[in-house]
């Protein structure tokens, strides 16, 4: 009787140590270190500035005065400076008959220079690599751009690759939590996560006004990211990530339709960027924050909010009518929890907007606005630019946290928390023109130039 009894309390001790153990193997595993990442920066003979943006717009022969002015007052507003870059098949006039190949070539540009940078600079080989999540949204070929890399590269059989289309600017963060998930089914992997976007197979040469917008804003780039739930590894790792909400607000019609693909009325296709844009962002980050803010946020700011927006609703009704005039309802300060803000830099209007919802000051928008006049707006791979600058400039220290925010197509906003752990002192990109940002003035050069945009009404910017 007494030996069976220590046997019952020796297997539910090996029991209990073995579940312990266990979940704390799990918790280590669903870990997802940051590397490395590397930004594209194409080759100085696809810059493109005011003038060359102007000279194509001439080349249009279907624009009318209205039109003409349109554009280049977009142009010369948008935020966006003189050394940005566009596809070769632009700057060789031909942005009305692109070719596959152009697409094609545009691609693999990105994907010589760019993962091929990564590998060198982390010290890993594409064999290292468990899990692959590529994502373009404009250019889907067959075999996939993810099968384009394994190829490329030669990675391993078994290595676990994704591509995703149609996500839009939000699809970087979409990419990585897919890349997440993938490792917690995969014990001590490693995962490459391949952002970018076709500009070349997209310039819309139509006249509708709505339209012609994404022309004056995108921009070619891209990013490799190396991520890791190997707790070996944590020590080379630069952050960490703590937390990824999705959020998206599809289901509504004016969201739904802010930004999509369509043809006009002669049958040419662009992206619709319409005035509801600004405005779907707000709402979309809205419902985004509900689940994202008691994930980030310290306790008391959580209380301090709950205690003054109780305070508001017992007020007596002369109190609140008073109260209108004043400065409204209770904010949250995002700053308790938030070190540093890398917002999506989908234009002036956007990074605008979520300034105002966040409370923030100009200082904590800088890097959004600097990647936009640098880089303009390079879809999913937009955020690792901003990132970037950051660590360029040598903000980032050790147990800052850096909350990301995107947007894109659908309509989504999705975030994520990150904790440096690591040194992270790279200039990566930016290593030519660090020291020159930010600069004085982003005000465009040719403003004198175009000067006589501003003498003619009726037409509304939403960038």
């Known amino acids: 009787m007494e030996l069976l009894l220590v046997l019952t309390v020796l297997l ?15 918790r280590r595993q ?49 935020g966006i400076g003189e050394e940005t ?20 070539d545009e691609m693999d540009a990105f994907l010589d220079a760019t993962i ?54 939000s ?51 891209g990013s490799a990211v190396l991520l890791t739930n190997d707790p070996a590894l ?19 019609d004016d969201a739904h339709l802010c930004a999509q693909q369509r043809e006009d009325e002669e049958g040419r296709v662009g992206i619709t960027l319409s005035k509801n844009l600004p405005k779907a962002a707000v709402r979309a980050f809205s419902v985004n924050l509900r689940t994202l803010a008691p994930l980030i946020l310290p306790v008391g700011e959580l209380a301090r909010f709950t205690a003054q927006l109780m305070w508001k609703k017992l007020l007596p009704r002369g109190s609140k009518q008073q109260s209108k005039g004043g400065e409204g309802g209770p904010k949250i300060n995002f700053k308790t929890g938030v070190d540093h803000f890398c917002l999506h830099p989908g234009g002036t209007a956007v990074i605008e907007a979520v300034k105002r919802s966040l409370g923030l000051d100009d200082g904590d928008v800088e890097a959004a606005r ?29 147990g800052d946290r850096v909350l990301m925010v995107t947007f894109g197509s659908g309509f989504k906003c999705n975030s994520c928390m990150w904790e440096v752990k690591g040194d992270m002192t790279d200039k990566g990109a930016w290593a030519d023109c660090i020291a020159d940002y930010p600069p004085e003035s982003t005000a465009n050069p040719y403003m004198d130039k175009y000067g006589w945009l501003n003498d003619v009404e009726g037409d509304t910017l939403i960038f």
Not at 187 to 198: D, F, G, I, Q
């Open 12 to 26: 539910l001790a090996h029991a209990v140590v073995y579940l312990a153990w266990t979940s704390l193997a799990r």
């Open 30 to 78: 669903s870990r997802c270190y940051l590397l490395d990442y590397v930004c594209h920066k194409p080759s100085d003979d696809r810059k493109v500035n005011t003038e060359v943006a102007g000279e194509v717009v001439q080349r249009n022969s279907r624009l009318g005065i209205s039109e003409y002015r349109f554009l280049l007052r977009v142009i010369t507003r948008s």
């Open 85 to 104: 870059y566009c596809p070769v098949n632009i700057l060789e006039q031909r942005e009305d008959t692109p070719t596959h190949q152009d697409s094609v």
């Open 116 to 169: 091929a940078g990564l590998f060198a600079k982390s010290g890993f080989e594409p064999r290292d690599v468990d899990v692959l999540v590529v994502n373009v949204s404009m250019f889907s070929p067959a075999p996939s751009l993810a099968a384009r890399i394994v190829h490329r590269y030669g990675m391993r059989e078994d290595v676990a690759a994704y591509n995703l289309s149609g996500m839009g600017c």
């Open 171 to 221: 699809a970087g963060l979409v990419s990585l939590d897919l890349a997440r998930n993938a490792l917690r089914t995969r014990r001590n992997a490693t995962a490459l996560v391949v952002s970018t976007e076709s500009i070349a197979p997209n310039w819309y040469s139509g006249i509708d006004k709505s339209m012609m917008l994404a022309n004056c804003l995108f921009r070619s780039g």
């Open 234 to 252: 944590r020590g080379r790792a630069k952050m960490e990530l703590s937390c990824l909400v999705r959020s998206n607000i599809a289901a509504n």
């Open 370 to 398: 600097m990647t936009l006049h640098r880089w303009g707006n390079t879809s999913a791979s937009s955020l690792w630019y901003v990132l970037s600058y950051m660590e360029a400039k040598g903000r980032l220290r050790r």
